[in-house]
């Protein structure tokens, strides 16, 4: 029998960012069938909806996606230059090496959690904007629109672990 590999605590912590990205965009086509689920009890239009609500609405929808890839870009590209350059390997400070919190490699590894957490979040609100729209305008063309653009920005976003390693090397260049 082999021995076990000693436990990568930065795979892990990535791997718990992907479990909760993958929740987020998972929650997308339940969005999409909880509208189509009340669309088939209620079809048509809601009475009395302002013309200029479905293009407002659609407008916050593609505003929240601007947002989403404007501030990963934001948080990334700061933890990029603030940061020195470390080495991948690298799991603690000269001062405290059991402490991966307390070193570069750590922050690094906290904003781009942040960086994805808040980018997937806007996306996820972005199909929320489209589930409004769906049952609005009692058609599920309006929210397909919304639900497709914030699904394909989750996944061009994905967090990976080259995209981690190039940012801790500060050669990444963000989406």
Do not use: H
């Not at 009890?41 to 407002?56: D, K, N, W």
């Not at 590209?77 to 402490?99: C, D, E």
């Amino acid at each position: 029998m082999q021995p076990l590999a000693p436990p990568n605590p930065a795979a892990a912590k990535l791997r718990t960012l992907q479990i909760l990205c993958t929740a987020m965009a998972v929650s997308v086509p339940l969005y999409a069938l909880a509208g189509g689920l009340a669309l088939g009890a209620r079809p048509g239009p809601a009475p009395g909806l302002p013309p200029g609500l479905l293009l407002s609405l659609t407008s916050v929808g593609i505003v929240l996606i601007l947002l989403a890839s404007r501030i990963r870009s934001g948080l990334l590209r700061r933890v990029a230059l603030a940061s020195p350059q470390v080495s991948p390997g690298s799991t603690g400070s000269p001062g405290n090496p059991g402490s991966p919190e307390n070193t570069d490699v750590g922050r690094v590894f906290a904003a781009y959690a942040r960086a994805n957490l808040v980018s997937f979040a806007l996306l996820e609100g972005t199909a929320v904007v489209g589930l409004v729209l769906e049952l609005m305008t009692g058609s599920v063309r309006y929210g397909l629109v919304l639900y497709a653009a914030s699904l394909v920005s989750m996944l061009v976003r994905w967090p990976r672990q080259g995209e981690l390693a190039r940012l801790a090397r500060r050669r990444i260049e963000p989406r």
